[in-house]
């Protein structure tokens, strides 16, 4: 059973158990002296996001990593796949990203990686988990074998110049009036600037945080801000980036939301006319729709479904050589170039679909008609509601209605008390009614 990790990293609300200074220090601590292998001297990088918190955590983790004779090289607000990339980059041997990704500002994370820019297993992770609740201080070093720690220039500008050399040398994004959301997160800095850079007309929103608006009512998760921005300013399209910047959300021309199955869909006919595509598919999450795996059959393509979070997608891309993957909530995974999903990566990616058919984002973007799909989240105190003999039978009813025409998923989220309910189907009408139902269950028991 895990104690700290879930699907995620480690996340909870601020100065409050689990996310507190003193697990941050033990997670340096504990994640120090797994990952140090030999004599050479052993290097962390750490970014973080925009939130208030995050200098605690930062200051906490440098403790613990110096205090048993890591090297700490900080980065400052970095989205989380440039901390993966500079991780390799910078030849170091872990990389720590702080966020909560689009939770509000009151939570926060800790998201590690491995020397090659991936995150870490769940075996690691739990070996990781012994080492903090045991007592370390046999294994630290002499005070002439501490760590140092200091702060990294030109950071930002390596992360722009690697997002840039993900399209083709003479690829220019002129002529087209972009308008990006930032969510007030970690990439209000590097996302305007690499869409400049690329020739783009850009028109900033969420580039001003102050620790505590991070994903208010912006970014990825709240997109009718942006929706509207497009509409004033009659921009060909908006992206938004969330807090961290590893997924992203576009609205097209008429500010109609664009998510991340549609996204995929894109990528994966355009990579597919190419000959760019590793392998006869991509890989995505039991939540993306029914229409896209529709499509991508269509197209002689399959798809590959794991369970929900990222980094189960990576796993498997790895595992089977896929190059292409994500979740419909925006993460996208394109490994050619990253190891993690990577908002900005993505958006240039279809913004070069875009300049190479000459269409709107509207024609370019709009693959598949979704199936009727509804998700619905209920928040629980404690306990274990899923295993509640009244909401086993709740699910098994609801899956005998769908029967081979609809989907049903159910499961406890990996990072905030709530369990989600999702069904979809060709029926509209039932599909809300089993997923109302089976809320309502569950909803009385978790009371």
Not at 388 to 401: C, L, N, Q, W
Request: glycine share 10%; aromatic share 4%; net charge negative.
């Amino acid at each position: 059973m895990r104690k700290y990790f879930g699907t995620d990293g480690i996340r909870g609300r601020a100065n409050a158990a689990p996310m507190t200074a003193e697990m941050a220090l033990k997670v340096g601590m504990a994640a120090g002296l797994t990952f140090k292998n030999g004599g050479h001297r052993h290097r962390v990088v750490i970014g973080k996001d925009t939130r208030l918190s995050g200098y605690m955590l930062e200051n906490a983790l440098v403790a613990g990593f110096t205090s048993v004779g890591i090297d700490v090289f900080l980065l400052g607000p970095m989205p989380t796949p440039a901390v993966a990339m500079l991780t390799r980059s910078l030849r170091c041997d872990l990389g720590v990203m702080i966020s909560a990704s689009h939770n509000p500002f009151q939570d926060n994370g800790i998201k590690l990686f491995g020397r090659d820019g991936f995150k870490l297993s769940d075996a690691i992770e739990l070996q990781i988990e012994s080492l903090m609740d045991q007592d370390l201080t046999s294994r630290f070093p002499g005070p002439s074998d501490l760590g140092r720690a200091k702060r990294i220039d030109g950071a930002q500008q390596r992360y722009i110049e690697f997002a840039k050399r993900t399209l083709p040398r003479d690829m220019s994004l002129e002529g087209l009036r972009v308008v990006i959301d930032c969510a007030n997160g970690a990439a209000y800095k590097v996302a305007p600037e690499a869409l400049w850079e690329l020739g783009a007309e850009v028109v900033p929103l969420g580039v001003a945080p102050d620790g505590f608006n991070i994903n208010k009512d912006c970014g990825s998760t709240s997109t009718d801000l942006l929706s509207r921005k497009v509409h004033e300013v009659r921009a060909d399209i908006g992206i938004a980036l969330d807090g961290d910047a590893d997924r992203v959300i576009l609205v097209d021309e008429n500010g109609t939301v664009i998510d991340g199955d549609q996204l995929m869909a894109v990528v994966a006919q355009s990579w597919q006319s190419s000959g760019r595509l590793s392998a006869p598919g991509i890989v995505a999450t039991v939540m993306s729709n029914l229409g896209l795996e529709r499509y991508l059959d269509g197209l002689g393509l399959g798809l590959a479904r794991t369970k929900v979070g990222d980094r189960y997608v990576v796993e498997h891309m790895r595992e089977q050589g896929y190059n292409v993957g994500g979740e419909q909530s925006g993460h996208i995974v394109l490994s050619d170039f990253a190891t993690t999903g990577d908002g900005l990566i993505a958006a240039l990616q279809v913004l070069a679909c875009v300049k190479d058919q000459d269409r709107p984002v509207s024609e370019v973007c709009k693959r598949f008609e979704p199936v009727p799909q509804i998700l619905k989240n209920v928040r629980y105190e404690g306990g274990r509601p899923l295993d509640e003999e009244a909401v086993k039978s709740a699910i098994h009813d609801g899956e005998s209605r769908l029967g081979n025409h609809g989907r049903l998923v159910i499961r406890a989220s990996g990072t905030e008390p709530v369990i989600r309910v999702m069904a979809e189907g060709d029926d509209a009408d039932l599909v809300n009614q089993v997923v109302n139902d089976i809320v309502d269950v569950v909803a009385r028991t978790a009371a």
